[in-house]
Every structure is written in structure tokens, then in C-alpha cells.
């Protein structure tokens, strides 16, 4: 099952019909077939059932034992009962997309209420445009991003929900929801779609031992001295040369982009301006390998022109303040492996038309 297809079923109109067909049709039939669920009001049973892991899993399975019993609701367009699961149903969704959405609706349910007391905020929406235009809209309405802002960061919750979403596919997973909620976002992206493979408990813990440990952030007085190595002695840009071995790295070479390979890396390292480098490892806690990809993926999105004005060494503040804070927000950090990082620094760029 294709990934896309089922981000189909989030932010559709048909959203809100299809809940409304679990609250209502599909809570009275499921109602009489599992017993618990047969005691609860029949106005909170769907909240009931995503709350509770094990009375979901129970309905799950409720339907797939007597899928006649819901014959009435599962209907194509023309009124002919769907026996399979990747047909189009009359709401214009199929079985999988209609079951990917219960599952991440009580996974996020479970890991709001399990990590955050309930209280999980949300991350702050990504701008649809590039960072560069959506900067030279604040500056031509005269806006400066106050000094003392500080951006809205997501809970632990919502930070695990959105690493693992896209993997959130099928009802097995349901009983998995607890384990998953132990997990960090960097294992997440470690495992990747070995989450699809590995279908009960003992198995996910099993492959989470043997997962390489993520890099962790490095402590204040390990940036001062990393800045202190990466920097030119006035401190006004990168220099080059301090990234020849990670440059030569395996792992740093498959993550670079296509344009950036095989191309003089230190030459564009060396146009990053000290206040941006400085950024990077404070604010995001970088290491260096993790600096090297984020620079040379930025200047393939960007382009030399638009690349500058982000990072060079007379960039504007304001627009380099922006892109850490849209970092942060996509999960850019220590822990983030380093072709992930290509992709998240391709998605917040748009390369200008022309320079």
C-alpha cells in the first residue's frame, strides 16, 4: 500500500464523514459484537474504544470475524458490497485508508495521554511557501520577529506522532501503540520500515537493542570547543579544511545530494558566515558531520545567491533565524540521520526561479 494514498484520508473532506460513519452505523453493529464495548452509551463508545488499546484491538478483530455484519455499510458508490480492502468505498476511501486513520487517531490519543498528561500541543504548521519568499513578505510589511520570540516546539508526544505517522498503516499495530510510545524519534528513523516488518512486541524491542544509538546533543562546553576548531581565528566564517575528514566519510558522502557529490565541498563550507555557523551549533546542537550535510543540502536547494543571504557572512539575521526555527520545527538535531537531514533541509528550501 502506497504511503500517499493513505495521507489522502487526513485533511479531506471526507474526514469528517467517515468518523461520523464509525461514531454512528459502525459503533451500533460493533456494539452488539463485542460485549464490553455493548455496555457503554452509544454516544461514547468511539471515544471509549480509541482510549482503550485492548477494547480497540477486540473491535478490530470483531470485524474482521463477522465483516458480513457491516456489509450494509461497506458499499461502493453503485451500492455493491466491497469484499476487499483496497477497493473505494461510497465515501470515496478504501478499507486501508479508513483503518490507517483509527490507528494514528489512537496512537496519537495513547502518546498524548501517556507522555504529556493529555496536554500534547501541536507543532507549529510548516509554511507551505519557501523560506526566502515567506521572508521577504515579513520584511516588505515592515515585521521584524521580536527579539525575545521563541519558537513553539512540540511536545514529546506530538514529536513521536509526527516520526512515526507515516508508518501507522495497519491494525496489528494496534496492540504495538504501547511500545511505540517508548520509543524516541531518532529510533524511529533508525528502524524506518523495518516498523512494518516487525509485528509484535518482543520483536521491536529486540531490533531496538540492536539499533546503533543515535548521536546525542553535545554539551555546552563541547560546542564552545567545536566552534573553536570549525571557525576562522576572527570567528567570522568556517573554515574550510576543519571538515576534510568528515567530508571523506562513507556515511557523510551517500547522504549528500546528487549535485553535491563529487563537487569542492570546503569551498562552500568556507562561504558560511560565523554568526550562522555559531547558530547552527547552538541552537540546533549540531556536530560536525551534521553541519557539512546541512550546508552542502542547502546550497543544492538554495543556490550560491539565496544560499548567502541564509548563511554567508553578511546574511540576514532575521532570515537565518527563521530557517533555525523551521528546523527545529521538521526535527533537525543531533539525533537525525544524515540522509533524513538531506530531505528535511530539500522540503524547508524552494531554489528561486532565477538568481
Not at 480497540?56 to 478483530?61: A, E, N
Not at 551534521?290 to 548567502?308: C, E, K, N, R, W
Amino acid at each position: 500500500m502506497n504511503a500517499a494514498a493513505i495521507d489522502a484520508v487526513a485533511g479531506s473532506d471526507a474526514v469528517g464523514a467517515v468518523r461520523s460513519t464509525i461514531k454512528g452505523p459502525v459503533m451500533t453493529v460493533l456494539r452488539k459484537l463485542v460485549p464490553d464495548l455493548g455496555t457503554i452509551p452509544a454516544d461514547a463508545a468511539y471515544d471509549h474504544a480509541i482510549a482503550d488499546i485492548d477494547l480497540l484491538d477486540r473491535c478490530f478483530r470483531a470485524f474482521r470475524q463477522r465483516r458480513d455484519a457491516f456489509g450494509h455499510l461497506l458499499v461502493d458508490c453503485r451500492g455493491t458490497v466491497v469484499a476487499d480492502d483496497s477497493t473505494t468505498l461510497s465515501c470515496g476511501r478504501t478499507m486501508e485508508q479508513v483503518v490507517a486513520m483509527i490507528v494514528r487517531t489512537a496512537a496519537r490519543r495513547y502518546f498524548r495521554s501517556h507522555m504529556d498528561n493529555g496536554r500534547g500541543r501541536q507543532a507549529p504548521e510548516r509554511p507551505k511557501q519557501g523560506l526566502l519568499a515567506g521572508a521577504r513578505a515579513l520584511f516588505a510589511a515592515g515585521a521584524r520577529p521580536p527579539a525575545e520570540a521563541k519558537p513553539v516546539r512540540a511536545s514529546a508526544a506530538e514529536a513521536l506522532y509526527a516520526s512515526i505517522r507515516s508508518y501507522l498503516l495497519f491494525e496489528w499495530q494496534v496492540p504495538l501503540v504501547p511500545v511505540y510510545a517508548k520509543l524516541a524519534p531518532a529510533q524511529v528513523q533508525t528502524l524506518g520500515d523495518r516498523l512494518l516488518e516487525l509485528k509484535d512486541a518482543d520483536n521491536l524491542t529486540t531490533a531496538l537493542k540492536h539499533a546503533a544509538a543515535p548521536p546525542r546533543a553535545l554539551t555546552a562546553s563541547e560546542q564552545s570547543k567545536l566552534l573553536s576548531q570549525i571557525l576562522t581565528i576572527d570567528g567570522k566564517r568556517l573554515r574550510g579544511a576543519a571538515f576534510a575528514p568528515v567530508l571523506e566519510a562513507a556515511d557523510v558522502i551517500a547522504a549528500l545530494p546528487e549535485g553535491q557529490k563529487g563537487t569542492q565541498h570546503s569551498g562552500v563550507l568556507a562561504c558560511v558566515g560565523g554568526a550562522a555557523a555559531t547558530t547552527l551549533v547552538e541552537a540546533l546542537a549540531l556536530p560536525r558531520k551534521h553541519i557539512a550535510v546541512l550546508v552542502l543540502a542547502a546550497y543544492d536547494s538554495l543556490g550560491s545567491q539565496a544560499f548567502m543571504r541564509v548563511f554567508g557572512v553578511g546574511a540576514d539575521a532575521a532570515v537565518t533565524a527563521r530557517f533555525m526555527e523551521l528546523a527545529r520545527s521538521a526535527g533537525i538535531g543531533p539525533s537525525c540521520p544524515l540522509p533524513r537531514l538531506t530531505e528535511l533541509v530539500a522540503a524547508t528550501f524552494t531554489r528561486p526561479q532565477a538568481e
